[in-house]
């Protein structure tokens, strides 16, 4: 993965038994309180197969002033890559599943297992966030932007890089559409300078 990931990889044992920085997770959680940022972030993951949580870090990184190179925050996306497939993506599955009626099996349990199936989904999402920004950090540097427009034109543009990652998007979509991947993000940007909530969380919506 090259000098970049060895040094992401080296900062965890510093990280544990320190203190985690959880700034990136309160924020996006404050944040998804709103209605119309949980709509617009479930659409651009149910939609178009694009991480919800990183596109929710394209915002942050930015309206907290961190910039990264292209390469940097390719081989961030690289590194959070597994513990989002193997992790957050199965259990949401099997969430999902749990949502459907399976009669033959007692209601009761198959309730308190996708009540488990949820948080433990959740626990996950939070990992991915706590390594988001652990990175971010440890790469960007000192908070650099200033806000305002700067802090927008860096969002849009970590924005792009995460789409190009994609291994596979689902569709190609027209990106002047008003519920395309550009639009739903500008949304998501508008949200987040005029939004000041407590908790909520993506997997909750579905609760």
């Known amino acids: 993965m090259g000098r970049v990931s060895e040094q992401i990889s080296a900062s965890a044992p510093r990280q544990a038994g320190v203190q985690l920085h959880d700034r990136f997770w ?10 119309e940022a949980r709509r617009v972030s479930l659409a651009l993951q149910d939609r178009y197969s694009i991480n919800a949580n990183v596109a ?31 992790v957050v993506r199965r259990l ?16 009761v349990e198959l309730v308190r297992l996708r009540r488990e199936t ?8 939070r990992l991915v966030q706590l390594r988001l920004e652990a990175a971010t950090r440890m790469l960007a540097g000192p908070p650099g932007l200033r ?19 994609l291994e596979m998007p689902v569709v190609l979509a027209d990106d ?8 739903l993000f500008e ?19 579905a609760e």
């Open 26 to 35: 309160t924020w996006s959680t404050a944040l998804l309180r709103d209605a």
């Open 56 to 86: 929710l870090w394209c915002v942050w990184t930015a309206h907290s002033g961190y910039v990264l190179e292209e390469e940097e925050a390719r081989r961030i996306l690289d590194h959070i890559e597994p513990m989002d497939a193997y």
């Open 92 to 107: 949401r599955e099997v969430r999902r599943y749990l949502s459907a009626p399976h009669p033959g099996y007692p209601l």
């Open 118 to 125: 949820y948080e433990a989904e959740l626990a996950g999402e």
């Open 147 to 165: 806000g305002g427009a700067e802090a927008g034109h860096e969002a849009r543009r970590l924005f792009s890089i995460s789409r190009a990652h």
């Open 176 to 183: 002047l559409g008003p519920e395309s991947p550009v639009a």
């Open 187 to 205: 949304t998501l940007l508008d949200r987040a300078r005029s939004t000041r909530s407590g908790p909520q969380t993506l997997a909750q919506d």
